[in-house]
DNA sequence: TTGCGTGCAAAGGTTTTGCATGGCA
DNA sequence: TGCCATGCAAAACCTTTGCACGCAA
């Protein structure tokens, strides 16, 4: 009892390949269909089941990350360098372009910090996202408003 | 300038019967499915399309917040008291509970002004929302980590 | 040879969209 | 009467599951 149940793991190409991609990714994260097109576009492409299924495993042997954000988007991952302390970052999400951007910032970090000590709350950074407007749109928007 | 677009709005059974029913529920939390449900079992039956629309429009409007539990696979919706100035509140909302915490705190101006001066993000205060874990929750969690 | 891995196809679930009709003002 | 609101049906998505075949060990 208490020993896990241990299957056989197989070294296949798709394994090996997604891990590489999303190691190569550094911190920058990925959707899953955003795999399934990088994929096809080498010669070798690999379904998306099987991208589920690694992602998932992947998940659960906290090698990589998965972000849920869920307003009509999908999931993201993001590879976690174990030997590296990994920071944190908070996640922006742009209402109008639907673009995801990630803020890797000192005050940010304050954030958590000052919630946990002050409010008594301990931040959840994989699901908290940041809803606006980003630069590219703010532009666009005050061009907008400026005509007739 | 500055005037926002103002379209008539019609009163009917419908957004009256949805914005009811939601202030009815207090604090408490419902998904579409819930709400479709709920007035189904009324004789006053209100088509989902219906429902997803006004939830959208009262969430513009910060009447009311939407939320995503579990892993994403349906969103919440809950009633926000309007006596509240919610512009100028943190919404805490607790993984563990589903608890809704007002935090008011000078140091949201900071982040927003920071997110804007630093990041070229804008930030919509009526859609964002912290998720992680309450003062109460962490407690009982620390509680149950000492346990055999 | 064994049995895990793969991926097509289909199912399952949530949310959005097209469009004709209904109903408020 | 003029529009906005409604809701059915279908589409659009994301994710999971069934199953036969492939392939690593």
Same mark, same amino acid.
Not at 27 to 51: C, K, P
């Given at each position: 009892? #208490?020993? !896990?149940?241990?299957?056989?793991?197989?070294?296949?190409?798709?394994?090996?390949?997604?891990?590489?991609?999303?190691?190569?990714? #550094?911190?920058?994260?990925?959707?899953?269909?955003?795999?399934?097109? &990088?994929?096809?576009?080498?010669?070798?492409?690999?379904?998306?089941?099987?991208? &589920?299924?690694?992602?998932?495993?992947?998940?659960?042997?906290?090698?990589?990350?998965?972000?849920?954000?869920?307003? #009509?988007?999908?999931?993201? &991952?993001?590879?976690?360098?174990?030997?590296?302390?990994?920071?944190?970052?908070? !996640?922006?999400?742009?209402?109008?372009?639907?673009?995801?951007?990630?803020?890797?910032?000192?005050?940010?970090?304050?954030?958590?910090?000052?919630?946990?000590?002050?409010?008594?709350?301990?931040?959840?950074?994989?699901?908290?996202?940041? &809803?606006?407007?980003?630069?590219?749109?703010?532009?666009?928007?005050?061009?907008?408003?400026?005509?007739?």
């Amino acid at each position: 009892m #208490g020993e !896990h149940k241990r299957p056989v793991q197989y070294h296949t190409r798709q394994s090996q390949g997604i891990l590489d991609y999303l190691r190569s990714l #550094g911190d920058r994260h990925v959707t899953v269909n955003q795999l399934v097109r &990088y994929f096809e576009a080498t010669e070798e492409a690999i379904g998306q089941t099987t991208i &589920y299924r690694h992602l998932e495993k992947l998940v659960s042997e906290g090698k990589i990350r998965k972000y849920v954000l869920r307003d #009509g988007t999908s999931a993201c &991952y993001q590879y976690l360098d174990i030997d590296l302390p990994c920071r944190e970052h908070f !996640h922006l999400k742009c209402e109008i372009c639907g673009g995801l951007i990630h803020a890797d910032c000192d005050l940010l970090d304050e954030i958590a910090e000052h919630l946990l000590s002050t409010h008594d709350f301990q931040i959840n950074l994989l699901k908290t996202v940041f &809803y606006g407007t980003c630069k590219k749109c703010l532009a666009a928007g005050q061009a907008q408003e400026r005509l007739p």
